[in-house]
């Protein structure tokens, strides 16, 4: 069911949906450049740690990367449990490889480093993308640059990123784990937007959504923006209960005092 609030504003689809392409989705400059420095550390077979604090954007720098990337020579595996132990968590990658996974620990270890091995016969350099890192169990992380030793050409046959929560950065840097953190040579944090990317962001989703005027007030923007904390995921869910309720009211514009409604009833519903 389409919801009302669509057709109210002329909109053919809902603007701050998740349910977009990745070659249509909308990043600012500081955050392409990251997604470049990001593709420029793969390209040179380098592993990464990427931070950033909850909705701000992380999953939409992933998502960019895997359209930027060239698909030929590169197989990127997102693995987003990142909660189970050893054993389980290499059983996990075996799937999302399409391998079958194997019962002891070191057979399956076994087979995802032999698959890496393939591909790089294969001159397709494999990339996991560890999603929700901060949570991965630390006989986990102790076992993880095992994975990087191997070699072939004097280059790397794999690439981690791992990303998640900035208190990751402090885990990986504690003494235990500098073996794997001097293996993962790149390292970026992604911060929030700043109120001109906020704008941008708001006409850029409502013009995908068919609608070239604009629908929040400048006063109200700043509110958004504010109440927001320049993170992603709360901005869609703030700016599209905006617009249920402005619908509500018979209003063509999200004006300050309608979104200061939705901020006291808490109607932050997708």
């Known amino acids: 069911m389409t919801p009302s609030y669509l057709s109210h504003f002329g909109l053919s689809l809902a603007p701050f949906s998740k349910e977009i392409a990745d070659a249509e989705l909308w990043l600012p400059s500081s ?7 990001l593709c ?66 070191a057979a399956v270890f ?9 591909l790089g016969q294969e001159r397709t350099h494999p990339v996991f993308l560890l999603d929700e890192s901060h949570l ?21 046959l794999l690439s981690l990123v791992l990303v998640g929560l900035p208190e990751l950065e402090g885990r990986l840097s504690r003494r235990h784990n500098r073996s794997l953190y001097s293996r993962l ?18 006409r850029v989703r409502l013009a995908h959504a068919g609608c070239e005027r604009e629908l929040f007030a400048s006063d109200s923007v700043a509110m958004l923006h504010e109440a ?16 249920r309720e402005a619908a509500r009211k018979k209003k ?19």
């Open 31 to 37: 955050k392409s450049a990251l997604v470049e420095e």
């Open 40 to 105: 420029e550390a793969l390209r040179q077979r380098h592993s990464v740690v990427l931070t950033g604090e909850p909705g701000v954007g992380k999953t939409c720098v992933l998502r960019a990367l895997r359209h930027r990337l060239p698909h030929g020579g590169f197989r990127l595996t997102y693995c987003h449990n990142a909660t189970l132990g050893r054993r389980d968590f290499y059983r996990q990658l075996c799937l999302a490889l399409g391998l079958k996974p194997s019962a002891t620990a």
């Open 110 to 118: 076994y087979a995802v480093a032999t698959h890496v091995e393939q």
């Open 136 to 156: 991965l169990h630390q006989d986990v992380l102790d076992h993880l640059h095992i994975l990087l030793n191997y070699q072939w050409d004097s280059q790397a």
């Open 185 to 202: 040579h790149t390292r970026l944090h992604l911060s929030p937007l700043c109120p001109e990317d906020t704008a941008e962001y708001l």
């Open 228 to 243: 927001a904390s320049g993170a992603l995921r709360d901005l869609d869910r703030l700016a599209t209960a905006a617009l």
């Open 252 to 270: 063509k514009l999200v004006e300050r005092d309608t979104l200061a409604r939705v901020l006291d009833s808490g109607s932050l519903e997708d």
